[in-house]
């Protein structure tokens, strides 16, 4: 099968929907299928062509949330070579800029289109209004995602049942909704694969000392992570026990002003930012860490959960329903509400290496239910339903047509 995969966020950007890009593309490939990129050039305002990744990069411009950029400029050129690919099937995986490219192409050459749904927009739009028009706003977007996602896309997937229940229980979506959760190349994470000298040789890097008991969190640091939910946390945590330290993987908007709280609390000695950290090396954090941790509630699914899971950690979770599906309380992981909660569960973990050892292989066994080759399996299954479904309804005119056509070339 010829795929192209549509979506504004791709390497070198950094975050969950193109670490699932990356992901679904290696799945795809490794079961024999022919993948292209169609994305957002992240450098300047030209078009660049990757002849050997086979990646289209058209212009984007900045549109100041993170390091996104939206395009609406379609370069014929992109067209063109679009058309050589001869796709069987479109997947985007943006509502907005490539999307909307996507849906042009789907309709103007007659290729099926499938689209997954990442992100929890009404979580994002104070970025654009700053606090004005937030009613009104999400009620735009509202109207935006469900044009695309119900009218346009003859399949739409979603990431988990917390996505899943949005389409059906708020915005009342008629049609087949797919939850198909993001795979993981959880070998990456798997904690046999590094050298414990590597692991200490880390760990003295950041600060941390052998018998400190570590807790990590992965992620955009942004007002919508609920970072300060875990700051307070772990400043209580800080003054019931010195040994006891956060590390915090990740840059964002709000980088500088938690590192800024953090100094004045004088707690940069347990309270560790790393800053960005490339994308390749993001495994080896999780090895450092005793229990990873997120207070995050404007996930589709949580990858890094997913993450942490593959490298034999325990998983404190913000009770959400993103986490819901892979989370087992008490058994690969605990839910929290409160910063209480939260506090009395890294303190017994801490107390307990036998209830933590076992949450963590528990955990192992769950990741290992979220491989690269599940992932590929339910995505084609998407896909080949989606091309009977166009197939039935064409009309036997459109048929004789498409043989006469191939049958020329």
């Not at 796709?87 to 290729?111: N, P, V, Y």
């Not at 909660?341 to 949450?359: A, G």
């Not at 690269?372 to 084609?380: D, M, P, Q, R, S």
């Amino acid at each position: 099968m010829r795929i192209g995969i549509f979506t504004d966020t791709y390497p070198p950007f950094v975050n969950g929907v193109s670490t699932s890009i990356v992901s679904l593309e290696k799945a795809l490939r490794d079961e024999g299928h022919e993948v292209f990129i169609v994305t957002v050039n992240p450098d300047n305002l030209s078009y660049r062509y990757e002849n050997e990744e086979k990646v289209i990069r058209i212009p984007g411009i900045p549109i100041g949330i993170y390091d996104y950029r939206l395009t609406g400029i379609y370069p014929l050129k992109a067209i063109s070579r679009i058309k050589e690919w001869n796709l069987d099937i479109i997947h985007s995986h943006t509502e907005f800029g490539i999307g909307t490219f996507a849906r042009i192409l789907s309709k103007q050459l007659d290729i099926p289109l499938v689209h997954t749904y990442h992100t929890m927009y009404e979580d994002y739009i104070h970025y654009i209004t700053k606090g004005h028009f937030d009613r009104s706003s999400k009620k735009i977007v509202e109207y935006l995602t469900m044009f695309y996602c119900d009218k346009t896309a003859k399949e739409l997937i979603v990431p988990s049942r917390k996505t899943y229940n949005l389409f059906k229980e708020k915005y009342h979506v008629e049609k087949e909704v797919r939850i198909v959760p993001t795979g993981l190349e959880v070998e990456r994470f798997f904690k046999e694969n590094f050298k414990e000298s590597a692991i200490l040789s880390l760990k003295k890097e950041l600060g941390l000392n052998p018998n400190d008991f570590v807790v990590l969190t992965v992620g955009r640091i942004a007002q919508e992570k609920n970072i300060t939910f875990l700051l307070e946390t772990g400043e209580k945590l800080i003054k019931k026990d010195k040994n006891i330290k956060l590390v915090i993987v990740g840059s964002g908007p709000d980088y500088e002003n938690f590192l800024t709280w953090t100094l004045k609390k004088k707690l940069e000695k347990n309270i560790i930012f790393t800053n960005a950290i490339p994308w390749e090396e993001i495994p080896a954090y999780y090895q450092i860490a005793d229990v990873f941790v997120t207070a995050s509630k404007t996930e589709t699914q949580g990858l890094t959960v997913l993450e942490a899971m593959a490298a034999s950690k325990a998983t404190l979770c913000m009770k959400d329903d993103a986490f819901m599906d892979i989370v087992v309380d008490d058994l690969n992981g605990k839910f929290f509400e409160e910063q209480g909660e939260l506090e009395e569960v890294i303190l017994q973990l801490k107390s307990d290496k036998k209830k933590l050892e076992s949450m963590g292989k528990q955990a192992r066994y769950t990741s290992e239910a979220h491989s690269l080759k599940h992932f590929a399996l339910n995505i084609l299954d998407v896909y080949e339903s989606c091309l009977r479904s166009s197939e039935s309804k064409k009309t036997w005119i459109q048929r004789i047509k498409e043989k006469f056509k191939k049958e020329k070339n």
